[in-house]
């Protein structure tokens, strides 16, 4: 099978999976009243990548035309490529879409680019499960989330004891065929509208505990596992009137594992703390933040335009705090799209001939753009101001009196026509002020772990690539000429 399009997309997820949304067990997601147009503009996006098939989609090793997002790059030129087919379809969802099956095909691409961390420690099963796995996804381009985090009810007790040890995901039996996992993760994106959960390391585990180091891929339907969604907030509106809640909602689910027995051709790490603890420390970073930040700055760029448009269609073209808010939105994008070409600029081969991004810039941008993407609703709301809810439905338009009205009071300066008004305002409020706008700022700011927790990690791995001799070579340097006005010696010209 090749490249799917959005019509087999929907028909795979037909397969008797666990879903709860609202207090209702739904057994078919895709006859699911609520999930109906975020599971459209799921199709979509399938649909998108033919639409775009010269950026999107390529022939791989065997002849079949895959998506570029399993493409694992062993040069500048395939990261250039990458970049073109990833920025693509992040123009499909505008970067509203966090979770779109290219994050996850990314990521196992980046695996299977590093294939001497996963076969370390006596994985080699392991290892070559990962490799057929992701070759597997490629083939039949399957929609992959991942959950990588378990739930820690009490902060004051460290992530892996204690009650938080308790519900930890771990594997508690092995069968000929299969291991069996048991607890819980939080937050998977996408959990009920993906064929498969991948689960792999995060945080580094105790050395102690290797039942909780472990690393697989499930289908969705595997009895046992339950699939808890918050609230959906797509609604059921004309896209005019909601361009993202009526298509956009990539449903968070909490995952449930309750005794599931996974096929060991599906386990990449059974039980093997080594292996967890070191196949994110190389690479991990460089690779998916690539995908992660492309879709990044389109979604500044795709804010930045709207703003500007707000500003044009009600007359502040002129008004310098709206001008100052303005350039300070383009500069988030700009500071974005030029980190992103110093990664890119400053790939290299970092083993097993995989070319990944320089991770320098990515580190800073992790716990940064965060703030810069909660920055830029605020401006967005400060900039729209009232008008962000005086905004005729496309519906209101139909009825001749009261269109009439309506492009008379409602129209927008410079002769905006009422509707032109309407959808702008409608489209920057869905972004940033509806339900499913305030459940993506909550994406921003956490998707990549906390800004506090990335910080640190910033800190880190600034002590670990840098030689920091900066002070005491300007101490020396200090003491050396003061020393000899000291002395009185005349100041002597520097050999040059
Ligand atoms: C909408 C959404 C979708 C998500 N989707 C997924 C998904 O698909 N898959 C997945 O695996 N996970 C997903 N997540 C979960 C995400 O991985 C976690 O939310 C993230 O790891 C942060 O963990 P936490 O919520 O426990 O916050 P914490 O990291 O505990 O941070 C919460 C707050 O605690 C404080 N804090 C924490 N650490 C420090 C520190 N070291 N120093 C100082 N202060 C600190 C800060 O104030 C911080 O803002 C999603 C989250 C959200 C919100």
Redesign the pocket.
Known sequence: MAARTGRQYLEGLRDGRAVWVNGEAVRDVTTCTAFRGSLAGMAGYFDWQHRHADDCLMVDGNGGVTGISHLIPTSRDDLERRHRGLGKLARYGVGML??TPDYVNVTFAGFAGQPSLWRAAGNQEGHDNLLAFQREIAEKDLAL?????HP?VD?RVPDYAGVNLELALRKVDETADAIVVHGA??????GPFADELAVYP?HPVPADQPEIAIAFSVPMSAPGLRILCRDHYGTDRDAFDAPFSSRFDEQ?AFMVFDHVEIPKSRVFCDANPEVFNTVMQRGWTGNIMQQTVIRALTKLEFAYELASRIADVTGQQKRGETNQMLGELWSYAELTRSALKAAEDGAFDYGDGTWICDERPFIALRPTLPGWMVRANDILKTVGSHNLLATPARADFDDPDLEELLDHYLRGADDASAQERARLFRTAWDMVGSALGG?VE??E?????????NY?LAHLMAQRLGTWSAVPEFWKATDAIMARYRRGDRPEREAT
């Open positions: 966090g979770r989330t991942h959950t990588i985090v820690i902060k993760r939080i937050l998977a994106t996408l995060a968070d459940r909550l994406y700011r956490f998707y990549l772990a906390s800004a506090p927790r640190a």
